[in-house]
Each structure stands twice: as C-alpha cells, then as structure tokens.
C-alpha cells in the first residue's frame, strides 16, 4: 500500500485518504440538504481492491450510496 502524508504529519495509506474524501463529500451534501448528487466516477469503480487506486471511487459511491434524503447518481466515463 502506497503511504502518504496527511497534513496532521501521520503517515496514512491511499485508501484511508480516500475514505476521508469520501466523508467530506457526505458532509457536504448532508449539511447542503441538496436532493440531487451527480458523481463522477471511474471506469472500474464497480471493481475489488484489485483495481489498485481506482478501488478509491468504489469506497467513495458506497458512502455516498448509504445517504439518506439525497438521489445519487454515478457517472463513469468509460472512452475518450
């Protein structure tokens, strides 16, 4: 696992920070009371921890996902 610094100077993997992304986004739509959430994903969200880094979007659309109050929508562009 890749380990990175968070700016309260611990070391903390990748997946951990995605988790942290991810709860700010929940925040945000629980304090903004919107109905509406589009997120953009990523090809392979839908995958396991084997997708590497992109398993961070996975987390992400299953916090999301658990909102209460708020339509969610997830956009996973997938060509060029």
């Known amino acids: 696992m ?3 610094s968070s700016s309260f100077g611990k ?3 990748v997946m951990d920070l995605g988790r942290q ?4 986004y929940a925040n945000a739509v629980r304090r903004s009371g919107v109905e509406r ?6 090809v392979g969200a839908n995958l396991g ?13 299953g916090i ?5 109050g708020a339509g969610i929508t997830f956009v996973r562009p997938t060509s060029m």
């Not at 999301?64 to 209460?68: F, G, T």
């Open 37 to 42: 959430v589009v997120n953009l994903s990523s």
């Open 11 to 13: 070391n903390v993997g």
């Open 2 to 4: 890749i380990a990175m």
């Open 21 to 24: 992304q991810a709860a700010v």
């Open 49 to 61: 921890k084997e997708a590497g880094t992109l398993y961070i979007y996975n987390i992400i659309e």
């Open 64 to 68: 999301l996902s658990s909102l209460d």
